[in-house]
């Protein structure tokens, strides 16, 4: 008996009181749908399946409404996601500018093998995007919402020890 506990799918054990609480922020409605997932989403850093069911017993709306917006915008993601986020440029300027070298840097570095978007610790996404719109400033990356230009293999590693280095201070205090 204990064992099922213990094996109990974290997903299942998750609070729904958080989801609840951003439903009332945003109001019970359909019309609610979109800003609700935006906020679950920066919440949890993706659409967990169970949650989106549950929005859909909330608003009173079929669970496939809600999951056929979830999968329409770009912006949500069905996907776990890591605590940090990697968006390469993939776009025209910034493959010729060599993105390849920077994408195989981060990888090697996080740990992602070929494949692989989220590393198993849950720490890192890496996310190839289209054009950022900062051709000039070819290969772009952006890291966790800041922007870096001209990016080489060595800058994306010491913006990631930069960031490694605060998660093991934050870790500590
Ligand atoms: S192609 Fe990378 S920013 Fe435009």
Redesign the pocket.
Same mark, same amino acid.
């Given at each position: 008996m204990s064992q099922a506990i213990v094996d109990k799918p974290a997903v299942a054990e998750r609070s729904f009181q958080r989801v609840q609480q951003i439903i009332e922020e945003c109001g019970a409605t359909k019309s609610s749908l979109i800003p609700i997932l935006q906020k679950v989403q920066e919440e949890y850093r993706y659409l967990p399946q169970e949650i989106l069911a549950f929005i859909a017993t909330a608003l009173d709306v079929p669970p496939a409404t809600v999951f056929g917006v979830a999968t329409f915008y770009a912006q949500f993601s069905l996907d776990p996601k890591g605590k940090n986020i990697i968006k390469v440029?993939? =776009?025209?300027?910034?493959?010729v500018r060599g993105?390849k070298t920077i994408i195989s840097a981060i990888c090697k570095k996080v740990g992602l093998k070929d494949g692989e978007h989220t590393t198993s610790d849950m720490r890192w996404t890496l996310e190839k995007v289209s054009? !950022? =719109?900062?051709?000039g !400033?070819?290969?772009?990356v952006v890291i966790n919402e800041q922007i870096f230009g001209r990016m080489t293999p060595e800058k994306v590693i010491a913006a990631i020890n930069e960031i490694q280095e605060d998660d093991k201070l934050k870790v500590k205090k």
């Open positions: 440029c993939d =776009g025209t300027a910034c493959h993105n054009c !950022l =719109g900062a051709c !400033l070819a290969p772009a």
